[in-house]
């Protein structure tokens, strides 16, 4: 028996036109803010996670080449995965991340910076992505934030399918720092 497809059964199709988009035209990472917020906005509204559970494309990437494509083993996640302690450690390894991304597009912004056209791979490995900006169309923060974004969407991607590949499908889930963030969310809106 088939299950009924919806439209949100299809986000997954995003991630991967985002990555897409960014690999041609760089300053299409803004569009990754649209990961950010919306999933916060259904915590602080909603008090609830039904962005991860039924619309994060990100998830239903790993469900599709994990699960319906076999890319996974299939093993279970280590306990330490899904602690408290690591989860809570990596989102704020993260958000230290993201605020230093912040900060580089900050000194690009008042000069005291140059614009850097690399994307960062695991936070260390500087890869040229040059081709998908030319200099001058829009002010070089905003190009500098769109390399930092890119380059954080893109990690947290990878690291999702190396976890995808060696457990289950949505391993990546059980650490995601908007998951981790939005469930915080939902469990101080529960209290109220």
């Given at each position: 028996?088939?299950?009924?497809?919806y439209?949100y059964?299809?986000?997954?199709?995003?991630?991967?036109?985002?990555?897409a988009?960014?690999f041609?035209?760089?300053l299409?990472?803004?569009?990754?803010?649209?990961?950010?917020?919306?999933p916060?906005?259904?915590a602080l509204?909603?008090g609830?996670?039904?962005f991860?559970?039924?619309?994060?494309?990100?998830?239903?990437?790993?469900?599709?080449?994990?699960?319906?494509?076999?890319c996974?083993?299939?093993?279970?996640?280590?306990?330490?995965?899904?602690?408290?302690?690591?989860?809570?450690?990596?989102l704020?390894?993260?958000?230290?991340?993201?605020g230093?991304m912040?900060?580089?597009?900050w000194?690009?912004?008042?000069?005291?910076?140059?614009?850097?056209?690399v994307?960062?791979?695991?936070?260390?490995?500087?890869?040229?992505?040059?081709?998908?900006?030319?200099g001058?169309?829009?002010?070089?923060?905003?190009?500098?934030?769109?390399?930092?974004?890119?380059?954080?969407?893109?990690?947290?991607t990878?690291?999702?399918?190396?976890?995808?590949?060696l457990?289950?499908?949505?391993?990546?889930?059980?650490?995601?720092?908007?998951?981790?963030?939005?469930?915080?969310?939902?469990?101080?809106?529960?209290?109220e």
């Amino acid at each position: 028996m088939n299950k009924k497809k919806y439209w949100y059964d299809y986000l997954w199709i995003w991630s991967i036109v985002y990555f897409a988009l960014g690999f041609f035209n760089i300053l299409f990472a803004w569009l990754g803010l649209i990961d950010f917020l919306v999933p916060l906005i259904f915590a602080l509204v909603g008090g609830n996670k039904n962005f991860c559970n039924k619309y994060c494309g990100r998830g239903q990437l790993f469900t599709v080449l994990g699960k319906n494509r076999k890319c996974s083993l299939g093993r279970s996640t280590p306990k330490w995965l899904h602690s408290k302690w690591f989860r809570y450690g990596f989102l704020i390894f993260f958000l230290a991340m993201f605020g230093n991304m912040l900060f580089q597009t900050w000194l690009v912004a008042e000069g005291a910076g140059s614009l850097k056209e690399v994307i960062k791979l695991f936070w260390t490995i500087r890869v040229p992505w040059g081709w998908t900006y030319q200099g001058g169309t829009v002010p070089d923060w905003v190009a500098q934030f769109s390399f930092g974004f890119y380059s954080l969407m893109l990690t947290s991607t990878l690291i999702g399918l190396i976890v995808m590949v060696l457990y289950k499908p949505r391993t990546w889930c059980t650490f995601c720092p908007m998951g981790t963030m939005t469930q915080g969310i939902c469990k101080l809106k529960a209290k109220e």
